[in-house]
């Protein structure tokens, strides 16, 4: 209910109440996961991620990693109080537990709410993907140890539910 009070300098009052319905406030400009398929296998490559979000106006945070049955992972920000701007974190995959985070998709989380307590809460997440399993290989021709011209035939096989590309080289 919007409520308006007036008095005027003898002190005369009037008031007028209206109910209405509030909008969802927008905090959230961006939200980001930089490179949404990171693998934490301590091979060099792709270590970690970059989770970044950018705030229009003051907000409440709470960034989380979640898996995709809403279940907890790791908990980066819990109702910090965040001024309009851009915010970072590396993440090297490591669950709230301290062990590695399971392989697969999950979700990077926000949910902002109003400091104040009136406005409703937002809530947006984006995708993200551990992935430490490298692509299973299978080559069955030629064999190793036979021969092979540049007419042989290569036959064989690449597994990987986030295959980039592959080569073939002699």
Do not use: C, M
């Not at 809403?70 to 490591?94: H, Q």
Request: without cysteine; aromatic residues 6%.
């Amino acid at each position: 209910t919007l409520r308006l009070l007036v008095t005027d300098a003898a002190e005369n009052q009037a008031e007028a109440r209206v109910s209405v319905e509030v909008a969802a406030r927008n905090y959230l400009a961006r939200l980001a996961a930089t490179p949404s398929i990171f693998s934490p296998n301590a091979d060099g490559r792709l270590e970690t991620t970059s989770l970044e979000y950018e705030l229009t106006s003051t907000a409440l945070v709470t960034l989380q990693v979640r898996d995709l049955g809403g279940g907890l992972v790791k908990t980066l920000e819990a109702g910090a109080s965040r001024d309009a701007g851009v915010y970072g974190f590396i993440w090297d995959g490591i669950s709230d537990a301290g062990t590695p985070a399971p392989d697969g998709d999950l979700r990077l989380h926000i949910r902002l709410e109003d400091p104040v307590g009136i406005g409703r809460p937002q809530d947006q997440s984006v995708a993200l993907t551990v992935d430490r399993i490298a692509p299973a290989l299978t080559l069955d021709r030629p064999q190793s140890g036979g021969f092979a011209t540049r007419a042989t035939s290569v036959h064989g096989g690449v597994t990987d539910l986030h295959l980039a590309w592959y080569r073939i080289e002699a």
